[in-house]
């Protein structure tokens, strides 16, 4: 696929191998009609996106629950919320709300699985129906692939969001791998979601739910195997189950340059597209992968800048994951008070990016790409490692020297002493040595958990290596 959008049309392959012309314009701009809701900063309002399937007025910030802010290091425990800050909590979720936010998103393993009953405790302050609770079915852990452990990790989030019913429900990351629990052998993303929700019969009883009224909207999150993508919309073609709504990674990297980053990821405009054409809402999640698109390096800031100096970095990702029509609402896990004040300013209202923005942010995504960072996000689903290893720290300190220049390549280089200083001792300074990369034995429990579908051994043994290398080579820090 053409990586320049100075073609307007592409092909966008579907199922069983037609082609079809696809306006780039339709997919990029043009936004539904939204509506307005309470006042945000200097008296803008929130635009708000209808899901077609239920008439919802949805607000096109959803609050990600998954980064919760936590409490004062050193502060003990909270018994009931443990080390997270409900009284934050309370207050972001507070001005979320008067700001017209309306979609909250959480799942029974956020936040040490604790994200749900924080998220309940803070919601329950308010009217019921001034709100949108999105939780999730994450039934990762074989032991409850069966209906009965499934139909108790439901309950539970009920009980722990304090509802009687769940607005939106999704199948959690269901092209993720995993094992079998009698074999051990590892088993495929398609595998895993046939025995996790449809060989076990937990499909036809969540649909029982949403006649009941306890589910309002019913539908998945897609991470990993592609087939598993497939096959779940091939269910709703043939009218066996119904979508609501459909979450997927949507940013102006992943837009073209997913797969090319890592080969078993799928392009986000392939993604977006076959939800489109189905009259599917999309929900988007890591609009900023991971905070990735929000510390750019020197150059790439600079490039944004130079274009809009009033902008944000982060709100360039922001406006892109927000403009094409079929999107309902983009998730961001806003820890800090500021990041939530600045995403409400994004999006009230939204700013659509231009056809003319759009070829841009691809010029930048391009540059992005050409870097080779490790393209984790930090969702921390590989944690935590049986050796010890801080996975996301490890890449995380890669990530910045890349971003940063401080990835000397050559002995030779007039900055080779200073590079290899900073990348070195950054390191051991945000990584103890015990759980570097060098601990790792390659046993591989991480991979299949990964959503970006990262060989995680290969990439640490790359990391270690290079690390390796930089300490024999020069001597003394």
Not at 253 to 271: C, H, K, T
Not at 379 to 401: E, L, R, T, V
Request: proline content about 6%.
């Amino acid at each position: 696929m053409d990586k320049t959008l100075s073609r307007r049309n592409f092909l966008k392959y579907i199922a069983g191998g037609a082609a079809a012309a696809v306006p780039a314009s339709t997919l990029l701009t043009g936004c539904k009609p939204s509506s307005s809701s309470t006042n945000g900063p200097d008296g803008a309002s929130m635009t708000m996106r209808v899901n077609p399937n239920s008439g919802d007025q949805v607000s096109l910030l959803g609050y990600g629950m998954m980064r919760l802010p936590q409490l004062p290091e050193g502060s003990p425990d909270d018994p009931q919320t443990g080390p997270f800050d409900q009284e934050m909590i309370n207050r972001q979720i507070d001005y979320a709300l008067e700001h017209g936010v309306n979609y909250f998103d959480t799942a029974p393993v956020y936040c040490r699985g604790l994200s749900e009953r924080c998220t309940g405790i803070a919601l329950k302050r308010h009217p019921r129906d001034k709100y949108f609770i999105a939780t999730k079915l994450s039934n990762f852990d074989s032991s409850i692939w069966n209906l009965e452990g499934s139909q108790k990790m439901f309950e539970n989030s009920l009980k722990e969001l304090q509802v009687d019913y769940v607005d939106y429900l999704l199948l959690h990351s269901t092209g993720g791998g995993g094992r079998d629990p009698e074999t051990g052998e590892n088993l495929s993303g398609l595998d895993v979601c046939q025995r996790r929700f449809i060989d076990n019969g937990l499909m036809d009883w969540l649909t029982e739910q949403k006649q009941k009224g306890r589910i309002r909207n019913l539908g998945f999150s897609w991470h990993g195997d592609y087939r598993a993508f497939e096959l779940l919309l091939k269910l709703h073609d043939e009218g066996r189950y119904h979508w609501d709504f459909v979450q997927i990674e949507l940013n102006y990297l992943d837009w073209f340059y997913a797969n090319e980053i890592n080969g078993s990821n799928v392009d986000a405009v392939i993604l977006y597209s076959e939800l489109e054409k189905r009259g599917i809402p999309a929900v988007i999640m890591e609009p900023l992968l991971g905070g990735r698109l929000a510390n750019v390096n020197d150059a790439v800031a600079a490039e944004l800048k130079e274009r809009d100096p009033e902008a944000t970095i982060a709100s360039w990702a922001f406006r892109f994951a927000g403009s094409p029509q079929g999107v309902l609402t983009v998730l961001s896990g806003m820890t800090y008070m500021e990041h939530l004040q600045e995403n409400v300013k994004t999006y009230s209202p939204l700013q659509p990016i231009s056809e003319e923005e759009h070829e841009f942010l691809m010029h930048i995504a391009e540059v992005i790409y050409g870097q080779k960072e490790i393209p984790c996000t930090a969702c921390q689903y590989c944690m935590p490692c049986p050796y010890g290893i801080d996975i996301p720290a490890n890449f995380a300190h890669y990530n910045k020297c890349i971003r940063e220049g401080n990835t000397p390549q050559s002995s030779g280089s007039p900055t080779f002493r200073s590079q290899r200083r900073a990348f070195l001792v950054g390191y051991d300074r945000s990584v103890p040595k015990l759980r570097q990369a060098s601990h790792c034995i390659g046993c591989n429990q991480c991979t299949s958990h990964c959503p970006q579908q990262i060989n995680i051994p290969r990439e640490l043994r790359r990391l270690d290596e290079y690390a390796e290398e930089l300490r024999r080579e020069g001597g003394p820090l």
